[in-house]
């Protein structure tokens, strides 16, 4: 392997490595040795690239999440002008369909998840690893009210928190019984639930 390889393609490289060891073998069967054999890398290129494993696995989490986003965004541009529920809608089915199309990716961030909490709990000045997550609902929400004309009536961070939690349930659900079509009546009546915390942007 060229040690010229850019950085950023590097750790983007052990990320994808790290993600498909962890569908195989779940997050513990994640180490570093199984990463870099994976990504067809020494040892050292771990280290070069990412101060710890824990590092790397923030990294995993953070590429599914930016998989979701772009996916999300897409869909929310192509319904600009809509009402505030129908963005919403848009975007949660085309969340729902990222989770559908790879349920075990899904199955491992919510392990990534959780690992991040556990490890975050034993370092008590560790920043929460689930603020990207909350970062990015709050970005589809921001934008899903631009697209409408629309703006928040209550903080966006506190909306953001709303919707993880309900992805979060729909998420766990879904793999727990693969009802899809339940999945959907769910996601459908968040849209609604959180379109009714939005006004007209002029009122703001």
Known sequence: MST???????????????????????????????????AGMPLGALHYAFESREELLT?????VTDRERGTVAEVLQGSAGGGVEDILDAGL????DFVVADPTQELVFLELVLYGV????????????YAQVYASAAETLEAAAELAGTTW???TGELARIL?????????GYLADRDERAARRTAAHIALSLAAFAAPASAS
């Open 153 to 155: 009536t209550v903080p």
């Open 4 to 38: 010229r390889m850019p950085i950023e393609e590097r750790r983007l490289r052990l990320a994808e490595a790290a993600l498909e060891v962890a569908r195989r073998s779940g997050v513990a069967g994640a180490t570093s040795r199984a990463v870099v054999a994976e």
């Open 164 to 172: 993880v939690a309900a992805l979060d349930g729909i998420t766990t």
């Open 93 to 96: 089915s085309a969340w729902l």
């Open 118 to 129: 556990r490890q975050d709990l034993e370092a008590d000045d560790a920043p929460s690893r």
């Open 59 to 63: 990294t995993v989490v953070q590429l």
